[in-house]
């Protein structure tokens, strides 16, 4: 997909900070994007009931002419280069693992200097076109392999039945790979990111405060309301009643 990209505009090149719990509704967006996080920021993108998450170690592509949904679960400076290409990219958003962040962040200040100039076009291109590249090399970076286990992951996080053995399944792969090309491709075991996917979802339905403590576990996957809330606890600090209190 990157590899056809032919840049017309660069039509913005900003940092956004945002105090966690922003969420905005985007109607018809008007050009294509590409969102970065720094630090622990995070957003969540929803777009036809599917969910693209950005955060530190992911890029998002996001679509023209897209309606959408975004909350930020973490705040942060977040930032974003808007640009038009001369045919058409993509319809959907595009999760991209960075390997190193901190590239793709010093890449962006280039950028948004030569941006903020006004008559650097061509080395603006460059700079560009060369942050795309790097991009390209990482997405192929993903084996396809693991697409049918996190598509499914997504689907089924209510289950608490989820585990290796059924993703490696699904994947048609042995228990053992799956476990070994998802660490190293995402950086993390498939347990840790099924956990925090439920954390994340256990927190947007406590903020919402439209169920209980017990109904939140059923709802985010946990075999019961003790081991959901001594996950809760390990990770933010809080207990999921101290949790939905404060927001």
Same mark, same amino acid.
């Given at each position: 997909?990157l590899?056809?990209?032919?840049?017309?505009?660069?039509?913005?090149?900003?940092?956004?900070?945002?105090?966690r719990g922003?969420?905005?509704e985007?109607?018809?967006?008007? @050009?294509?994007?590409?969102?970065f996080?720094?630090?622990? %920021?995070r957003?969540?993108y929803?777009c036809?009931?599917?969910k693209?998450? @950005? #955060?530190?170690?992911?890029?998002?592509?996001?679509?023209? %002419?897209?309606? *959408?949904e975004?909350r $930020?679960?973490?705040g942060g400076?977040?930032p974003i280069?808007?640009?038009?290409?001369?045919?058409?990219?993509? #319809?959907?958003?595009?999760?991209?693992?960075?390997s190193?962040p901190?590239? *793709?962040?010093?890449?962006?200040a280039?950028?948004e200097?030569?941006?903020?100039v006004g008559? @650097?076009?061509?080395e603006?291109?460059?700079?560009?076109?060369?942050?795309?590249?790097?991009?390209?090399?990482? %997405?192929?970076?993903?084996?396809?392999?693991? $697409?049918? =286990?996190?598509?499914?992951?997504?689907?089924?996080?209510?289950?608490?039945?989820? @585990? $290796?053995?059924?993703l =490696?399944?699904?994947?048609?792969v042995?228990e053992?790979?799956?476990?070994?090309?998802?660490?190293?491709?995402?950086?993390?075991?498939?347990?840790?990111?099924?956990?925090?996917?439920r954390?994340?979802? =256990?927190?947007?339905?406590?903020?919402?405060?439209?169920?209980?403590?017990?109904?939140?576990?059923?709802?985010c996957?946990?075999?019961?309301?003790?081991?959901?809330?001594?996950?809760?606890?390990?990770i933010?600090?809080r207990?999921?009643?101290?949790?939905?209190?404060?927001h």
């Amino acid at each position: 997909m990157l590899e056809k990209l032919i840049l017309t505009e660069i039509k913005g090149a900003y940092v956004i900070p945002t105090k966690r719990g922003r969420y905005l509704e985007i109607k018809d967006r008007k @050009s294509y994007g590409i969102s970065f996080c720094s630090g622990d %920021g995070r957003i969540v993108y929803e777009c036809r009931g599917k969910k693209t998450v @950005s #955060d530190r170690y992911t890029a998002v592509i996001l679509p023209k %002419g897209a309606n *959408y949904e975004l909350r $930020n679960e973490e705040g942060g400076d977040f930032p974003i280069i808007n640009f038009e290409t001369l045919y058409p990219l993509t #319809d959907e958003f595009i999760e991209i693992p960075l390997s190193s962040p901190e590239i *793709y962040l010093d890449e962006f200040a280039q950028i948004e200097r030569l941006f903020s100039v006004g008559d @650097s076009t061509p080395e603006l291109f460059a700079a560009f076109y060369s942050m795309m590249a790097r991009l390209r090399k990482e %997405g192929q970076g993903r084996p396809s392999v693991l $697409n049918p =286990a996190l598509e499914y992951i997504h689907k089924n996080i209510q289950d608490p039945e989820l @585990s $290796n053995d059924v993703l =490696a399944k699904v994947c048609r792969v042995s228990e053992v790979y799956f476990r070994r090309i998802f660490k190293k491709t995402l950086r993390i075991s498939p347990k840790q990111y099924i956990l925090s996917l439920r954390i994340d979802k =256990a927190k947007e339905l406590l903020s919402e405060g439209l169920c209980s403590v017990g109904d939140a576990a059923e709802l985010c996957g946990f075999s019961s309301p003790y081991h959901f809330s001594r996950c809760f606890k390990q990770i933010t600090g809080r207990t999921p009643t101290e949790y939905r209190s404060k927001h």
